[in-house]
């Protein structure tokens, strides 16, 4: 513990040299961190991160790292053996260059520039492309599932075509290795920030300190689309949000006139308090593919559902933007294509201006819309191998997994939930050749237990946000059954009685986990 304080002590005192404060006024000399921030530990929010050294106000700048401090595949080459290698390869990617460029920097060890910054750097990342196929096939859900795949065969298409290059750049045996590629393309994907001469980003230390917040938990945020779809609604919002900084979707950027990145204050921050970045609006999936992590209340998280060829053929909205809102809800554009759907062909064109404003179109078409979405995430649901009780349960079973030092406990574990845990044990057993001791002293074993969690959370939540639109939609349709006042609306409530019947039926206790 005391050589790790050590550690972290004589890199900021290194970032502090380079120019990098959080600071003005005054610059420490020992430190780069003080007056605004201050390195901390939230077990609860993303492990070691930065937390406010005084109060903060919103808007505030809390820390300016200097150009001459990044690392970028700009700074790293001008190491004139790396520049003229990379001119003999010249249908490398920026991101594949920049990935490179760690690696090089990696194998130079305590000669390199950035060897106090590199060695802070995390030793893995749970990002999609280093999911094994036991930890891919876990996560259920088709799209996820297809999202996984392709992200490592990317990330080994990637890898073999960088290998030339550095066997040239005689790079040591192990960092040419795809675990190697893994790890630096995943420094790459969740630690770069943009910057606007180079697409790959650029890695800055002391900046990648922060944790993500998404955007949407801030007050005043312009997260809501829905709000802002309501007609008058717009005209209700404090002005006061329209400042400067509410305008700021990520709470960071290259300034030119300063030549730094400066990074400014989210909100107003109590002291202690941890201070978050925000990278951008990434649904679930796409925090695990390009981060690591996912987060249980994502306002920016999107559930996609099978929908009929004949959906996507009769509306111009992308496939991306039909989608259910972790709130259960529709997004606008699925409900303007579900409605334009179900409407009779013949009669589309004159209410497709209705439907594309995100007006209801009849009472009728809302009700069958609402309907036909319920039935759909129930299929959706009865499709998958387990349960949200049975995932909930699982869960359990794998925070044991991650406490246990003991390969006893481990069979005990396994034993007592069967199922997946057996299957997990048997995957990784049929892998390695190795037996269950094996298995809990390896660490590689234990990121894969930790990735495995990581997919397990991700269907949960989907299945979770399903049962959530089926409420939604039942609730809906008996609001809409309530406006109804003539002889054919009560034929529409005697629907109502069966899809709710059909849909109690079908979620019982065992599937909403309540």
Not at 452 to 461: C, E, H, T
Request: hydrophobic content about 35%; proline content about 4%; aromatic content about 10%.
């Amino acid at each position: 513990m005391e050589q790790e304080q050590g550690e972290l002590d004589s890199f900021l005192k290194w970032a502090a040299e380079l120019g990098i404060s959080d600071s003005l006024q005054s610059q420490n000399p020992n430190s780069c961190l003080g007056h605004c921030l201050t390195v901390s530990h939230f077990p609860h929010g993303g492990g070691r991160g930065l937390a406010a050294a005084r109060d903060l106000r919103r808007g505030e700048l809390v820390l300016r790292v200097p150009k001459s401090a990044l690392l970028t595949s700009e700074s790293v080459m001008k190491d004139e053996s790396l520049s003229l290698a990379l001119k003999r390869h010249p249908s490398l990617t920026p991101t594949q260059i920049l990935t490179v460029c760690l690696l090089y920097e990696i194998n130079k060890g305590k000669s390199s520039w950035w060897h106090p910054y590199l060695i802070h750097l995390p030793r893995s990342y749970e990002i999609l492309a280093a999911f094994g196929e036991f930890e891919v096939q876990a996560l259920q859900v088709d799209y996820a599932v297809w999202a996984a795949k392709k992200a490592v065969t990317k990330a080994k298409s990637q890898w073999k075509e960088a290998r030339k290059l550095m066997e040239e750049l005689k790079l040591k045996p192990k960092l040419l290795t795809l675990k190697a590629w893994l790890w630096a393309s995943g420094t790459i994907s969740s630690r770069t920030l943009h910057i606007p001469w180079d697409e790959a980003g650029c890695l800055c230390p002391v900046g990648d300190l922060f944790n993500y917040a998404a955007p949407g938990e801030e007050p005043n945020g312009f997260e809501n689309v829905d709000l802002l779809q309501n007609g008058d609604a717009a005209d209700d919002m404090d002005a006061g949000q329209f400042d400067a900084p509410s305008w700021r979707l990520t709470d960071g950027g290259f300034e030119e006139d300063v030549t730094a990145y400066c990074f400014y204050a989210r909100k107003n921050y109590k002291m202690g308090e941890q201070v978050l970045l925000s990278y951008g609006t990434y649904a679930n999936l796409e925090l695990l593919e390009h981060y690591g992590f996912l987060l249980y209340e994502n306002p920016n998280d999107k559930v996609f559902v099978p929908l009929e060829d004949d959906i996507y053929s009769s509306t111009s909205w992308p496939k991306d933007s039909l989608y259910i809102h972790e709130t259960g809800k529709p997004s606008f554009a699925l409900l303007s294509a579900l409605r334009l759907w179900a409407t009779p062909t013949n009669q589309r064109r004159s209410v497709g201006h209705l439907a594309y404003s995100g007006s209801q179109l009849s009472l009728d078409n809302e009700i069958s819309i609402m309907k036909w979405t319920s039935n759909n995430c129930l299929v959706a649901l009865k499709s998958l191998p387990t349960s949200i009780e049975e995932d909930s349960l699982l869960l359990s079973a794998i925070e044991k997994f991650q406490d246990y030092d003991d390969p006893v406990e481990w069979s005990k574990t396994a034993l007592s939930y069967g199922g997946e845990v057996c299957a997990f044990l048997e995957a990784f057993d049929q892998q390695n050749g190795k037996g269950s001791v094996d298995l809990v002293s390896s660490n590689r074993n234990r990121m894969s237990i930790d990735r495995w969690k990581l997919a397990v959370q991700w269907r949960l939540r989907y299945k979770k946000v399903l049962v959530d639109c089926i409420s939604y939609c039942c609730k809906r349709i008996n609001s809409l059954s309530d406006q109804s006042v003539s002889a054919q609306d009560g034929e529409h409530l005697g629907s109502l009685e069966l899809i709710t019947k059909v849909n109690g039926m079908s979620i019982p206790q065992s599937l909403t986990g309540s």
